[in-house]
């Protein structure tokens, strides 16, 4: 009554408190109320019943019957309705005649008096019965909803009133009649329950979209109202719809089509009954209307009428932007990659010469922190070697053989550093090349002997060697090596579980590796432990073969190249091998016993230091040395023998090598601050520049991850048919659902099961990083390549055919077996929220495999947050009923983005239950249910995948952080 009452005061500013409050929408003036088409009575409160609405206020119109309740009841009413006119109230023409007689009735010509006239158009009045309107059409239609009809079991019935052009319509000047007051298209409607009004709504702005069979009326600011005490309105207390119907409001569309039926439909209606709303049925459309209206309008139909699909929305937009974004900086990148790679192929090849270069390190000390001090390590260690020179370093275990050759090597070293090695400068500025080969060898398994060095030759090369070049140069190396046998067998696991290559061969294929890079100075660390002494000879003749011939690879093959320092430490050598050693460094608790020519150098160096102490003290501690013994074994005893500290000073001033065992640390420090910093720009030089471009990385990357996924089969296999089963099981879980409440929770559990599914399947990203990730460290730390490309090629051959592929077949399988929304659009709408969550699993778990070095703390850490994500993905919680300390986790939660984009694109698909509770029968819209039962959003969709990118996003560049940071050599 208010808003009535407002109405009239905005429509007609003149009335004053007299007027009357009028009901149905009408509006009140100082001579009474103007009601609406079909209804009359002193406020608008009585339907009219019998005759045709051009008849106005003289309509015959139905009383209130006391046995309705007191409200007028039109079913009870005698109205019959004319010739022509048909409806609930009589309000929908048929024919042309009823039209004509009926507004002959009223102004005494059969045709109207519009402007049409005047042109000389036809102004014959018609009846025009199709869903569209012209300019004032009436509809009457049956409500058959079955929830409804469970509750309210007799007929409703809602009438239609829409106005669309008022100046074209006959309607106009009838007095009684209101007509779009504010000049927009209009909709009045009416619900009748077995013949007496229930409540009444009115909208307004509409605009009307039309083809030729469907016709829909998209209007905004609904309003409705009950009328108290009818049986919708109060009269039943269970069910009192009140409330739910005063609160319609908002926009408000009618879709009709020509098999008769219309859809009425608004949020909250379409919340209970489905995303097409309610469905009206047995729809009579009726417009009288003059003929020139309808041919005017025809051709220019599509101008005033918008035709066509619904705009997207907002969400889309924006995603659609952000996708094709990212594409074009894809492009971008690729071209410029491309761009680059090209100017570096043909940039001159700057030869690769070799050798010739000594390396000397003069009082290197090395501290770890231990327990609140610096412990010693290395104590003023001496030491050069020359080009061409080949040299070891002794020592029994815990004697600093491994520290000394790696900081020669110019690794990354945790603890403090004093002294200098340095390096004569070389010609053009090249800085020497440092090779180191570690102890264990970390070579990829699947691939042959010759395929590892060609991976490396094209890493290590700048792209400008041809590859013919690099074939051979491989195969210079392969035969340099005595590799030939097995250059085309896998290297396999070295781990002496058979099949592969044996752990001599091993070693001398990483040895390979780094002659590669054409290093000047080859630095290893123990490279014949664990070998037998065959294998150990083999390998210590190729170490002292490179000593020798050096470089030579690019040349012929007489012209040998300079030579290379070639530093080793060796655990315990064999009598033959040690005499392969051109020098010899002992090394005893960190400190240098010995450091000059090999052979029988060292027991002539101790025979004279033994004769120094007998003839100072009497006694020596020093063991004599007794012909044809190993020499490596007699320096290893004294070595273990002396007590740490215990080597006077005179032993070390009568060595030529000018050995300083007390050394002064302070004086280091001060005198080694630029070596140091050398020191440190070298190992930049090791970590930051690669000798190939960004595309050339990858393609090789890619190359080899191509070749291990065509290699191992049994991987991608195992995946596709782990998948399949997987896919056919869930199906068969979950085969045809059906419609019922029962179905709806197992439709929902189905899509929560795939979320689940992924998120403990994604546990395998985890350990294959986890098992690579040592190949990847040493071959960062030999600059192969960016992290960055090795990340790239580790989304295209481990991501795409290990994740997606297996999540894609389980999902369609799944999918259509179980019977979820049966449209292309709802299924890769499904499949594409799927995609985006194996993503953000696959990242978040290599991610976990990067920050944690211990693989299992990973894969609980990972385990732990699968069921955290299980928790919070609102299937077994209902996501408000968490206390609000915790709720806010589930923001974090990207199950439940899952989720709820899969439950709401399921149930968007129209999905409606079709139940019976208590023999009550059940048709109500699954988006309802949804939300009571799971708190989601039923408008989320895209909301969840801009959400799904961002956590993709967010977890892309913290891996690549966490990659360039964290994942590298530490020694
Ligand atoms: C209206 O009248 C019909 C016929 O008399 C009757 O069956 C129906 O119950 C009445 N409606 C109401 C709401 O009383
Ligand atoms: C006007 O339209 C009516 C109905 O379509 C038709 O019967 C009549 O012939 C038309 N008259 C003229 C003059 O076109
Ligand atoms: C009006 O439209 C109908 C179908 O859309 C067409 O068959 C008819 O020829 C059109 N008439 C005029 C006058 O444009």
């Known amino acids: 009554m208010l808003r009535a009452l407002s109405l009239a005061a905005f429509f007609s500013p003149s009335t004053t408190a007299t007027a009357?409050?009028?009901?149905?929408?009408?509006?009140?003036?100082?001579?009474?109320?103007?009601?609406?088409?079909?209804?009359g009575g002193a406020n608008c409160s009585q339907p009219a019943c019998g005759g045709t609405i051009f008849d106005g206020s003289h309509r015959s119109l139905t009383s209130p019957s006391a046995a309705s309740g007191g409200f007028p009841n039109l079913t009870s009413s005698d109205c019959s309705c004319p010739n022509g006119w048909t409806g609930l109230g009589c309000?929908?023409?048929?024919?042309?005649?009823?039209?004509?007689?009926?507004?002959?009735?009223?102004?005494g010509n059969a045709s109207s008096t519009t402007t049409a006239q005047a042109s000389g158009l036809n102004d014959t009045l018609v009846c025009n019965t199709s869903p569209r309107v012209f300019a004032a059409g009436e509809l009457s239609c049956q409500v058959n909803n079955p929830t409804l009809q469970a509750i309210y079991p007799l007929q409703s019935i809602l009438n239609i009133h829409r106005t669309f052009n008022t100046s074209l319509s006959p309607l106009?000047?009838?007095?009684?009649?209101?007509?779009?007051?504010?000049?927009?298209?209009?909709?009045?409607?009416?619900?009748?329950?077995?013949g007496v009004e229930q409540f009444f709504c009115t909208a307004s702005s509409c605009t009307q979209s039309s083809t030729s069979t469907t016709d829909s009326w998209t209007c905004s600011a609904l309003q409705c109202q009950c009328i108290s005490d009818t049986s919708f309105c109060g009269a039943n207390v269970a069910s009192d719809l009140t409330s739910t119907i005063n609160s319609l409001s908002g926009a408000l569309t009618i879709a009709c089509d020509n098999t008769n039926n219309c859809h009425f439909q608004q949020q909250i209606i379409n919340g209970l009954f489905g995303s097409s709303g309610l469905t009206l049925q047995g729809c009579t459309y009726g417009e009288c209307v003059t003929q020139a209206v309808i041919d005017s309008s025809n051709g220019t139909s599509t101008s005033g009428l918008t035709t066509g699909s619904s705009p997207l929305s907002p969400g889309v937009i924006a995603g659609l932007a952000v996708v094709g974004?990212?594409?074009?900086?894809?492009?971008?990148?690729?071209?410029?990659?491309?761009?680059?790679?090209?100017?570096?192929?043909?940039?001159?090849?700057?030869?690769?010469?070799?050798?010739?270069?000594?390396?000397?390190?003069?009082?290197?000390s090395y501290f770890v922190r231990s327990s609140g001090r610096d412990k010693p390590i290395l104590d003023a260690i001496n030491g050069q070697v020359a080009a061409g020179e080949f040299m070891a370093i002794l020592g029994p275990s815990g004697a600093g053989k491994t520290t000394l050759v790696e900081l020669i090597a110019g690794k990354a070293k945790s603890g403090l550093f004093t002294g200098s090695i340095t390096f004569p400068s070389l010609v053009n500025g090249r800085r020497p090349r440092i090779a180191f080969v570690p102890q264990t060898d970390i070579l990829p398994a699947v691939l042959t002997v010759r395929e590892a060095l060609a991976f490396a030759a094209s890493l290590r090369f700048p792209e400008s060697l041809s590859r013919e070049r690099m074939a051979a140069l491989v195969s210079a190396i392969i035969s340099r090596l005595g590799l030939e046998d097995v250059a085309e067998t896998r290297i396999g696991a070295t781990d002496g579980t058979g099949r592969g290559i044996s752990g001599g061969e091993a070693r001398r294929v990483s040895i390979g590796l780094e002659l590669v890079g054409c290093p000047d100075i080859l630095v290893c660390d123990e490279p014949t432990s664990g070998l037998d002494s065959v294998s150990a000879r083999r390998v210590v003749d190729v170490l002292r073969e490179v000593a020798r011939g050096g470089g030579g690879l690019f040349g012929s093959a007489e012209e040998k190249g300079q030579g290379v320092a070639v530093i080793c430490s060796v655990h315990q050598p064999s009598s033959r091998l040690y005499h392969s050693f051109d020098s010899v460094l002992l090394l005893?608790?960190?400190?240098?016993?010995?450091?000059?020519?090999?052979?029988?150098?060292?027991?002539?160096?101790?025979?004279?230091?033994?004769?120094?102490?007998?003839?100072?003290?009497?006694?020596?501690?020093?063991?004599?040395?007794?012909?044809?013994?190993?020499?490596?074994?007699?320096?290893?005893?004294i070595a273990s023998a002396?007590?740490?500290?215990?080597?006077?000073?005179?032993?070390?001033?009568?060595?030529?090598?000018?050995?300083?065992?007390?050394?002064?640390?302070?004086?280091?420090?001060?005198?080694?601050?630029?070596?140091?910093?050398?020191?440190?720009t070298r190992n930049r030089s090791i970590t930051g520049e690669y000798a190939t471009t960004f595309l050339t990385q990858f393609q090789v990357l890619c190359g080899r991850e191509w070749k291990l996924l065509r290699r191992d089969k049994s991987l991608f296999f195992t995946h596709l048919i782990v998948s399949v089963i997987l896919g056919a099981f869930c199906g068969g879980l979950y085969f045809r659902i059906g419609l019922t409440i029962a179905g709806f929770q197992s439709r929902v559990g189905c899509l929560f099961f795939l979320g689940a599914l992924i998120a403990f399947s994604s546990l395998s990203a985890l350990y294959n990083i986890v098992e690579i990730r040592p190949l990847f460290v040493r071959e960062r730390s030999n600059s192969y390549y960016s992290p960055t490309a090795w990340l790239l090629s580790r989304f295209c051959f481990d991501v795409i055919p290990l994740r997606i592929l297996p999540t894609i077949i389980v999902s369609t399988m799944t999918y259509w077996m179980a019977g979820l929304a049966h449209d292309a659009s709802h299924f890769f709408k499904f499949l594409f929220i799927l995609v985006l969550y194996t993503l953000v699993m696959t990242l978040f778990n290599f991610l976990l495999a990067t920050l944690f070095r211990n693989g299992g703390i990973a894969i609980l850490v990972s385990a732990l947050t699968a069921l955290y994500q299980m928790t919070y993905a609102g299937f077994f919680v209902h996501l408000d009923s968490i206390p609000p300390v915790l709720r806010w986790l589930q923001w974090l939660c990207p199950l439940k983005y899952n989720l709820e984009a899969l439950s709401v694109n399921e149930v968007g698909s129209g999905l409606m239950i079709v139940d019976q509770l208590q023999g009550v029968p059940i048709n109500i819209s699954a988006s309802l249910i949804l939300t009571t039962l799971f708190g989601f959003d039923p408008s989320g969709y895209y909301r969840d995948v801009l959400v799904l990118f961002g956590f993709i996003a967010g977890l892309g560049i913290t891996l690549i952080g966490v990659v360039w940071l964290r994942l590298k050599e530490k020694r």
């Open 20 to 39: 009357q409050s009028c009901t149905n929408d009408g509006i009140s003036s100082a001579s009474g109320c103007l009601c609406p088409p079909g209804f």
């Open 91 to 107: 309000n929908v023409c048929t024919s042309a005649s009823g039209c004509q007689s009926g507004y002959a009735a009223v102004s």
């Open 172 to 194: 106009k000047n009838v007095s009684g009649t209101v007509l779009s007051p504010n000049g927009s298209p209009t909709v009045y409607a009416q619900l009748f329950y077995s």
């Open 325 to 364: 974004g990212l594409v074009g900086i894809g492009l971008v990148a690729v071209v410029w990659g491309w761009i680059l790679q090209k100017a570096a192929r043909k940039r001159p090849f700057d030869g690769g010469q070799n050798g010739g270069v000594d390396v000397r390190w003069t009082n290197v």
């Open 588 to 637: 005893s608790h960190g400190r240098a016993l010995y450091s000059g020519p090999g052979g029988l150098a060292p027991t002539r160096h101790f025979a004279s230091a033994h004769d120094a102490d007998i003839q100072r003290t009497g006694e020596s501690e020093l063991p004599p040395y007794e012909e044809g013994y190993n020499v490596a074994d007699y320096l290893l005893e």
């Open 642 to 680: 002396a007590p740490a500290g215990s080597i006077s000073a005179q032993t070390a001033k009568n060595n030529s090598n000018e050995l300083t065992p007390t050394a002064n640390r302070s004086d280091d420090e001060k005198a080694n601050g630029t070596d140091v910093e050398a020191l440190v």
